[in-house]
């Protein structure tokens, strides 16, 4: 016992000290480095002499008096909005629908949940790319030859930036589903039947049930998995550079990391990248710090 | 008792899987060059890099030469990222647009002391030379040129009365439109399979009526493109490419799929390109693959084809610098550079030219404004963006050249 009392004051402490060194080794010196970075002019003459001259925030004004910059945002919080909206719709469907179904349907659908989660974005964008490919793909010849719903004909999917981004999104919210939908059944299975029951025999509709039941148990766990569904999505970089193409990214398309890529690495003005890299941290921190407290209030109430 | 045998076991086991993997990399005991070259050479001639290879490990006993083939989108941020790491490849190829911004960052290593150790360095192509020249000081061999060239299908422009290459543009797009017809039961089928966003080929048709680019004026940049002449080629070639593309929105990227893949694939007529895209027109049509100078609008004579090409260069970050240039004297040997030319491409020096198509059509050539921010113009896309616009409709030609020409100025003009 006495043993216990006399450490107790640095035992926590050393404890917790390997985990913090970690995350200042692996996390702080990035962070150092990036904020370092954004006050310097750093170009391909700074590279090659691997010494940068501080500049204080001219990085930052020339960013926020970029109005491509605030296209850009517009762009990607509109697109992170639709991409964790239509996430979270369809993969809290999916769960519903995981619930209501017989065991090896379930089992059948999780294993193609799971392989769908465990696809590479890379390889996901290949096979999208030559599904959709306007001369040779297997959806323009679908909707032409087979369901003759059109024609589709050598259709260029990636014409518009509207509809390059429909493209992304399908692509986007098809790979995060399963995560949803696994997730979200998970925490079904917590919500306890007793409670359903009683609202039955009070005389509850399904969609009152969910709403008022079983969304209420369930809150925190949308709550989570929105806030993390908004920090990818805003940052998402493959599916969009590969998928529309690296040779196809131009100012009325870029996504906050794509203009990030071609501001700080296409051009080389790697001070700018960094200040962008720092605005966007901030936005996305900003973004979902509402449903961090949110997430948090509703823990504590629980 | 249990738990020690086990951890003797483990470690014994680690031991030896340390061994054994340390054991064949200590057996090689040499030195490895790192070469980037782009995936032009795995594609069209991975003979002459083996050639290469072979005759500097002969001679550089115990060393090694490590191929990296890069793609030319990315390249130069994978190039970035080793320099930011010192850890840059020994050689690299260049395109002859990306070299001013790093040799004017002093990243390549002086090479004018050992000219005279490359082949027929006397005698470089000009404008090769030219691009790897800063300052008065060498700073890269150059690899090879190409110019562009109409690569065709002999049967069916024959089988629609046509013998002879065209004359003049007006009477090559007649032929096209007329063949485009006589295939028309061809799903799909283009008389020539153009992407209306490959900006090499467009912006001939504004060389071709005297327009350009941009120039600069008082020490500032100013973009060219909504000039009177420059105009007058635009219009030209968007009326060529409506009237040869069956569906022309779906034609604005031409590299998915590539072109020569259309022509293997017998979907198209014509492609318009670097001479070596007969490499890969397909088995099937080898025995009517021709190729014929592009016409201008001026009657006999060849449309600007963009000069492009590729230079080597030595970042200064290498240790093996000497080997580095020893390798490439190799890879530029006579010997190679004849090979390449055989392939379609034009030699690196002018003691070498010859009569081909590719070489007669390089007579008139054109190349980018020479500006030290050129390079982001084009990872911007700018050029891209601008045709874009024009083709599909969205802006007339004149406002979407008044668009690019602000937008080229602006990034040109960059401190």
Known sequence: ?302 | MRYRVLAVVAAAITLSAVVATTAPSSKAAGHTLTVWLQVDAQNGWPELVAAANNAFENSHNGWKVNIQYQQWNDHLQKFDATIAGNDTPDVIEMGNTDMTAYMAAGEFANLGPYKSSFDNSAKWLGGLKASSTFDGKLYGVPYYAGSRVITYRTDLFKKAGFAKPPKSMAQFQRELVKVGKMQSHVKGFAPMYVGGEDWFTALGWVFDYGGSIAHKSHGKWVGTLASKKSLAGLRRFKAFFRATQPRSSARLDGTNPFPYTVFSQGRTAANYGPAWYTCCTGKKYAKVVGQFVMPSHTKGKPIPGFLGGSDLAVPIQSNSQAQARAWIADFTSTANEKALQKKGNIPNATSLLGNSVNERAAARSWFVPQAKHWINVQTGNILKTFLAQFLTGNLSVKKAAQVADANIAQTLNEP
């Open chain 1, 1 to 302: 016992m006495t043993g216990r009392r006399i450490a107790g004051g640095s035992v926590p402490y050393l404890l917790v000290l390997p985990v913090v060194l970690v995350l200042a080794a692996i996390l702080g010196y990035p962070i150092y480095y990036l904020v370092k970075l954004s006050l310097q002019k750093y170009g391909l003459l700074e590279l090659v002499q691997h010494h940068g001259e501080y500049i204080g925030l001219d990085n930052f004004r020339t960013v926020l008096h970029d109005p491509v910059f605030w296209h850009v945002l517009l762009r990607t919080v509109v697109f992170t909005a639709v991409n964790v909206g239509l996430t979270m719709v369809l993969g809290t469907l999916g769960a519903l629908l995981l619930v209501r179904v017989s065991t090896w349907v379930r089992l059948l659908l999780t294993t193609g949940l799971v392989l769908v989660w465990a696809m590479p974005p890379v390889v996901a964008v290949q096979v999208w790319s030559w599904m959709t490919n306007s001369e040779n793909g297997v959806l323009n010849y679908i909707l032409t030859d087979v369901l003759h719903v059109g024609n589709y004909f050598q259709h260029n999917w990636y014409e518009t930036t509207f509809s390059q981004y429909s493209m992304v999104t399908s692509l986007v919210v098809w790979g995060a589903i399963p995560f949803v939908t696994i997730t979200v059944y998970a925490a079904l299975s917590q919500v306890p039947h007793e409670l359903v029951e009683a609202a039955q025999i009070d005389g509850a509709r399904a969609w009152r049930i969910f709403k008022d039941v079983t969304l209420t148990v369930l809150m925190p766990v949308p709550m989570l998995l929105t806030s993390l569904s908004i920090i990818w999505d805003f940052g998402v970089f493959t599916q969009p550079y590969l998928l529309i193409g690296p040779g196809q990214q131009t100012t009325s398309n870029y996504l906050m990391s794509t203009y990030l890529y071609f501001e700080g690495f296409g051009k080389s003005d790697f001070g700018i990248g960094a200040a962008i890299s720092i605005l966007m941290l901030a936005i996305v921190a900003a973004l979902s710090v509402v449903y961090v407290r949110r997430m948090l209030r509703v823990g504590e109430e629980a």
